[in-house]
């Protein structure tokens, strides 16, 4: 086996006093492994230490077994240690430890876990940036895209059995919500019965303006409406617009694209009080993905069938590529959609929509 240039001369010094000779450049592997077992010593972790991994296939291989052996360990351990044996804490394991490297970041990543998870539990609204914050020392540690949301976000699917790490409810329903004013859900026409915010929104509705509800609102309203309400969600704010620039007389929301966790809010609110939530979206992968996860709350998909999408079509609507996911409120639509491959922009249709809602 050659020494590598690189080899500090203390390791260099311990090997030939392992393994005395002449050569100043190789060793004896075979002689080498009868002398670390002598001194009870281990050729990997000697290497390895000294920043001079084998390459040697077999060699590489062993290493590398040790190493997951070693994170393995780790990432159990203190799993058991911060978060206890409850079966969520298994499956997190299971679900995590591929993507952990060794067993500093398999401790690290246990730690994340606990801190964020201890802090989300105190009494109290908080978002989840001031929980990031006060947790892990820097507001932005559960943005989007950092690996300790995902992290964090697998441990919150792991223990409530949901299957979505990234669902703005999980976090929500955690005490993990996003900031509680930066994103509120754009409305018009709520006919919300009561005093106070309610009040102010049918105020701001006879003067024409539509209204912003927080979440941090959301948390303290109480939503009330007349029996038989209908409200009508769009996923672009373009719609809302012209409804309240036309003067229709139709409770609307606006999503705002892939809903967050204020018009989540509000839609499950309105849906215990009674109302009928309908929604209508782009047809688009993305689009229809929204459509059917707001469907499993109870919201009705509006316009939303393979007829609508073709009597929508023309040559010149721009493609997609994505696949169509399941639409189980009107299966033809998936393969219709799949057939064309071509999307219908929900302000493409506005006109028709509007239309049949002011007749």
């Not at 978002?127 to 690996?147: F, K, M, N, W």
């Not at 209908?230 to 704010?237: A, D």
């Not at 994505?322 to 799949?338: G, I, K, N, Y």
Request: glycine share 8%; aromatic share 4%; net charge negative.
């Amino acid at each position: 086996m050659s020494l590598p240039d690189g080899l500090p001369p203390a390791v260099r010094a311990r090997l030939r006093e392992l393994v005395p000779g002449r050569s100043t450049r190789r060793l004896d592997l075979a002689q080498l492994d009868r002398a670390l077992d002598r001194h009870g010593a281990d050729l990997l972790t000697l290497l390895v230490a000294a920043g001079c991994s084998p390459t040697g296939r077999r060699e590489a291989r062993d290493a590398d077994r040790d190493r997951r052996a070693r994170r393995d360990g780790a990432l159990v351990d203190a799993a058991r240690a911060s978060l206890g044996e409850q079966p969520w804490v298994t499956a997190w394991v299971e679900v995590v430890r591929p993507g952990l490297p060794d067993d500093e970041a398999a401790r690290a990543a246990v730690d994340t876990v606990a801190r964020v998870l201890a802090v989300a539990g105190e009494p109290g609204p908080r978002s989840r940036a001031e929980v990031a914050a006060q947790a892990l020392g820097d507001a932005h540690e559960l943005d989007r895209g950092t690996p300790s949301r995902r992290l964090v976000g697998q441990a919150l699917a792991c223990r409530s059995g949901r299957d979505r790490w990234d669902d703005p409810a999980l976090w929500e329903d955690a005490g993990l919500p996003g900031d509680l004013v930066a994103t509120p859900v754009l409305t018009w026409g709520l006919p919300l019965l009561g005093g106070g915010l309610a009040a102010a929104t049918r105020a701001a509705t006879g003067a024409g303006a539509p209204s912003y509800l927080s979440t941090l609102n959301l948390r303290d309203l109480a939503v009330d409406v007349p029996p038989g309400t209908v409200v009508l969600g769009v996923e672009n704010p373009r719609l809302l617009e012209a409804a309240v620039q036309r003067g229709l007389d139709v409770p609307m929301l606006c999503t705002l694209g892939n809903p967050t966790t204020a018009p989540l809010t509000l839609i499950r609110a309105l849906l215990e009080a009674g109302a009928e939530v309908r929604h209508h979206g782009d047809f688009d992968p993305a689009g229809v993905a929204i459509t059917a996860r707001l469907a499993q709350l109870g919201v009705v998909p509006w316009h939303m069938t393979a007829a609508d999408y073709r009597q929508a079509l023309t040559p010149d609507l721009r493609r997609f590529t994505d696949p169509v996911p399941p639409t189980p409120w009107d299966p033809e639509l998936q393969r219709a959609m799949t057939e064309h491959g071509r999307a219908v922009d929900e302000e493409r249709v506005m006109d028709e929509l509007l239309a049949s809602i002011d007749g």
